[in-house]
């Protein structure tokens, strides 16, 4: 088999895996979560975050980091029910709810 072919080969595989990477990277920023991109520093305490979500009728009950931008918080809604909500620690914005 003459070297063009395998070049030409190769060259379509790279462009394949990279449209693949580009739009996996478009996709996951088009639904990732808007979370604070603030230092830790500048963060709200978890009880100002419990004041500010109570003031939207949920209650905390439990809150753990999800990951380096985001708060993961176990709450009861108006209704008693638990809810899981994803919030914005600089702002104590809900970025997603979800039942639990």
Not at 7 to 18: C, H, K, N, P
Not at 45 to 58: A, D, F, M, N, V
Request: proline share 4%.
């Amino acid at each position: 088999m003459p070297n063009w072919i395998n070049r030409q080969r190769v060259g379509a595989m790279l462009a394949a895996g990279f449209a693949v990477v580009v739009t996996a990277h478009v996709v996951t920023a088009a639904f990732a979560p808007s979370c604070a991109s603030q230092p830790r520093s500048s963060w709200l305490s978890s009880y100002e975050i419990g004041l500010r979500l109570q003031q939207r009728g949920y209650e905390m009950v439990r809150l753990k980091m999800g990951d380096d931008r985001c708060v993961d918080i176990v709450a009861r809604d108006k209704k008693g029910q638990f809810v899981d909500l994803l919030v914005n620690p600089f702002n104590a914005e809900i970025v997603r709810v979800g039942g639990k």
